[in-house]
């Protein structure tokens, strides 16, 4: 079994290198399959669920060549086949293959998605979304069978603001006859990002990054070059580390703006941030204030930050309260943490979490946030190697992990037992 070690109690010191954004990513390879001809992606994360995405469009019958940051894919001698079972189950953004596929042929069967199950994460109002453009659904098996003769534009009011039913919405009303607005749709960036794609595609699509998004759709759609938008989250997490390491590190690649809501809250409680153009450095002070922290839907604090931050309130002076309102129970984390010393008791949404001082553990990452909240709690603690162990979760999300925080002077290493 694979393990994380990590010997904290050192500052992190350096700069780090952003990648593109995981998030972005396994929405926009899938987009390029409603593409007739080749779609090349720059800045691509080296990750392990981009590879299981190549594996999935390969199996379709595209053509993927993946060199370092690049990705080109060739889409045009590709099919809708059936894919019940395998690697459409690793995965939860597997679920854009539907509305990627529902587009170019009118028809899918894709197995309902697998991925970082932290809870029930229903797909309700992407199937709403399909349905409202003409398509008819069945259940097979627990893979949706999803066909349309024709999509046809419509009105679609989002119940719950989704990034990912938002997403699935787009690429099918892409191809679709007429004009689909999409009320109450998510804002976040890498919606925003797959827009820019479809559009330099030869797609219609105003709106994205509003809440309301309006798709004319098109006959066609055609390839193009695009570079994926830096990871806001993993940004995120290394401004997190630098701050719970006392630590003074210079995140480069990153778009300031998308960073707000934790700069703003980093700084409440006393972090020094100092923006630039496309970095952003982050001073850490020996003393912090404790914050209340709310996770909402862009451009709110993000939940995927969320477990993170638990482990840098671990580090303040007074009790802080960390709550969720996008998952209600985003918690599997905190019983590491307890074991880890931490003093955090979970009701309802909400991490009371008061400040004290963690100790190295053996704990068990259960999902990929979960595990980045794990890493830095492990790079707060100055003596004993705390182990983390459920390494597969933490590099869906960030690559070359060992290697940036190794560059930024932590002692880190995997462990094969
Ligand atoms: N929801 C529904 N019905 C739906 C869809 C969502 O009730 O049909 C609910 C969810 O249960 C949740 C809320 O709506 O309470 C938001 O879910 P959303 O659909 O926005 O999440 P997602 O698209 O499945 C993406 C990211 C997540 C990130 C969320 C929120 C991908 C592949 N995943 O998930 O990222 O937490 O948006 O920002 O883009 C991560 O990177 O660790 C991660 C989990």
């Known amino acids: 079994m694979e393990k994380l070690m990590i010997a904290g109690g050192r500052p992190l010191r350096g700069t780090v290198q952003i990648s593109g954004a995981k998030n972005s990513a396994i929405a926009l390879i899938p987009a390029a399959i409603l593409s007739e001809t080749a779609v090349t992606l720059d800045n691509l994360p080296a990750l392990s669920d981009v590879a299981i995405y190549t594996e999935l469009l390969q199996e379709l019958g595209a053509s993927v060549e993946w060199s370092k940051d690049q990705m080109m894919i060739d889409p045009s001698r590709l099919l809708s086949r059936p894919m019940p079972n395998g690697n459409v189950k690793k995965l939860r953004a597997s679920y854009y293959l539907m509305g990627a596929l529902l587009g170019r042929f009118g028809e899918a069967t894709i197995g309902l998605p697998g991925g970082c199950n932290f809870e029930p994460r229903p797909i309700d109002q992407h199937i709403k979304g399909f349905e409202a453009l003409g398509a008819r659904i069945t259940n097979e098996n627990g893979a949706l069978h999803i066909q349309a003769k024709e999509l046809r534009g419509a009105k679609i009011y989002l119940d719950v603001v989704s990034v990912g039913a938002t997403i699935n919405i787009m690429l099918a009303a892409s191809r679709a006859k007429g004009v689909t607005t999409i009320e109450n ?66 995140v480069d690649n990153v778009i300031p703006k998308h960073m707000e809501a934790l700069t703003a809250k980093l700084q409440e409680m006393g ?147």
């Not at 004319?216 to 995120?236: F, M, T």
């Not at 862009?298 to 969720?324: C, E, K, N, W």
């Not at 960030?398 to 930024?408: A, E, I, W």
Request: net charge negative; proline share 3%; with cysteine.
């Open 271 to 417: 972090v020094h941030i100092y923006e630039m153009d496309e970095s952003i450095r982050v001073v850490g002070q020996p003393e912090y204030e404790s914050v209340d922290v709310k996770a909402l839907v862009y451009p709110g604090f993000a939940t995927d930050l969320q477990s993170p931050m638990s482990s840098l309130l671990t580090q303040t002076r007074g009790v802080s309260i960390l709550s969720d309102y996008v998952y209600s129970n985003r918690f599997k984390h905190i019983p590491e943490l307890l074991r880890m010393g931490a003093k955090i008791k979970v009701e309802g949404r909400s991490a009371i979490i008061e400040g004290c001082q963690l100790s190295a553990a053996k704990v068990k990452a259960t999902d990929l946030r979960a595990g980045a909240a794990l890493v830095i709690a492990g790079l707060t603690v100055a003596e004993g190697v705390t182990e983390i162990t459920g390494v597969e979760y933490i590099d869906r999300g960030y690559d070359h992990l060992v290697t940036n925080l190794s560059n930024l002077g932590a002692e880190v290493w995997r462990q094969n037992d």
């Open 185 to 250: 749709a998510a804002k976040e960036p890498e919606i925003i990002d797959v827009a820019t794609l479809l559009n330099s595609m030869g797609a219609k699509i105003k709106g994205a990054g509003t809440e309301t998004i309006r798709i004319e759709g098109v006959d066609a759609l055609h390839g193009c070059r695009h570079s994926i938008i830096p990871d806001r989250i993993q940004a995120g997490t290394y401004m997190i580390a630098a701050a719970a390491t006392r630590g003074d590190v210079i």
